[in-house]
């Protein structure tokens, strides 16, 4: 049985499938799996969320399964892939990570059955080999063009830190976030809005991310730095992969900074950072929603530190630095925008950097 995590994204948004930065953390909301060994020649899988949709598919076909049940099959798939022999299983999900929220419900379902079955079967896989698994089986199993920040941070982040994920090495630097000593709580605004063309959206800029890198002769956007920015744009031939190259490079930027500030004990600095993340995403990649820029302003009027979107966009969660006695006032200041604003009201909740996928 083991328990993978949900996360939130601090900041390094749409860096990742260009090689570059992003600083998640896991939240404690997560996945379990449990999985056991049966004398069946079947794969088995329920959801304590899908009560009446088991799935059930024989070990030696599983190919082609599509809806959640993609997401556990395909797991298994990959370790099938790797040449691992599977017995028959039986495996139980159960998670309280909202779906659809930008909170990575998927990561954390799919890297808990890893885990599990790695450790059930005594694989001995590494937690960076499991990165790559998991990955695989998003990308190439159920076909979500994602860039493996997320993964990384179900499998490899540690209680009161970030992750500084290295989207070129694919390794992660655990970073201190510790919330407490600087009197600040981390809230997370969901805001319940979700646009239906998401994931086309999110295939169209990885595509011009990978436009713009072959027009200016680099492997990827990472390869642009700052410096060179201005070069690099004069020689776009359109306003759009123009904005979208100065949100990747600017992004990278910010998370390295954001970095250094928390190295240097000053996670209440951070706050213009997360702003200037927020603008970018809104103005040059496009990828905020109005409920978004709605709860964010709303959050900056009651007094936070910072606020930005998390995750791949188009609505999920926005996230607020906020001191502990300011948590009601910042959610009631954003409930309050919404009324006015006409959008169903939002939800709540503070997060705690937590720790990866372990036993439970
Ligand atoms: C989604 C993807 C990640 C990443 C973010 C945006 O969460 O799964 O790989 O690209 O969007 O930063």
């Not at 395909?74 to 909170?103: I, M, T």
Request: charged share 20%.
């Amino acid at each position: 049985m083991y328990r993978a995590p949900g996360r939130v994204n601090l900041i390094g948004e749409h860096t990742d499938y260009n090689d570059g930065f992003a600083l998640p953390l896991a939240i404690q909301q997560g996945c379990t799996a449990t999985v056991r060994v049966t004398d069946g020649v079947e794969i088995r899988v329920t959801s304590t969320q899908r009560a009446d949709d088991p799935v059930v598919v024989p070990v030696a076909e599983l190919g082609g399964v599509e809806g959640w049940g993609a997401y556990p099959v395909g797991v298994l798939w990959a370790f099938a892939e790797r040449g691992v022999q599977l017995p028959g299983l039986d495996v139980r999900l159960d998670s309280d990570v909202p779906g659809g929220a930008g909170l990575s419900s998927s990561a954390a379902l799919i890297c808990a059955l890893a885990a599990a079955v790695n450790d059930l079967l005594g694989l001995g896989l590494s937690r960076p080999d499991l990165v790559t698994l998991t990955h695989r089986t998003e990308n190439d199993y159920v076909g979500a063009p994602t860039g493996g920040m997320d993964q990384m941070a179900a499998l490899l982040c540690e209680a009161d830190h970030v992750l500084l994920c290295d989207m070129r090495a694919w390794s992660g630097t655990p970073v201190p976030f510790d919330l407490g000593a600087a009197g600040l709580e981390l809230l997370v605004v969901d805001t319940h809005a979700r646009h239906h063309h998401a994931d086309g959206e999110y295939a169209d800029r990885r595509a011009a991310c990978e436009k713009a890198a072959g027009l200016l002769g680099v492997a990827a956007l990472r390869d642009v730095s700052l410096d060179d920015l201005d070069a690099a744009l004069g020689r776009l031939p359109d306003d759009v992969l123009r904005r979208r190259v100065r949100h990747v490079v600017t992004e990278d930027a910010r998370v390295l900074s954001t970095v250094e500030l928390l190295r240097a004990g000053r996670l209440r600095d951070i706050g213009p950072l997360l702003n200037a993340s927020q603008a970018s995403m809104r103005d040059d990649y496009e990828i905020t929603a109005p409920e978004v820029d709605t709860a964010v302003e709303a959050l900056l009027g009651a007094g936070a530190h910072g606020a930005r979107m998390t995750g791949g966009g188009f609505g999920g969660c926005v996230i607020a630095l906020v001191p502990p006695n300011g948590v009601t006032r910042a959610t009631n200041a954003v409930q309050r925008a919404y009324r006015k604003a006409g959008f169903a009201p939002a939800s709540a909740f503070t997060v705690h950097p937590s720790s990866g996928a372990h036993p439970a």
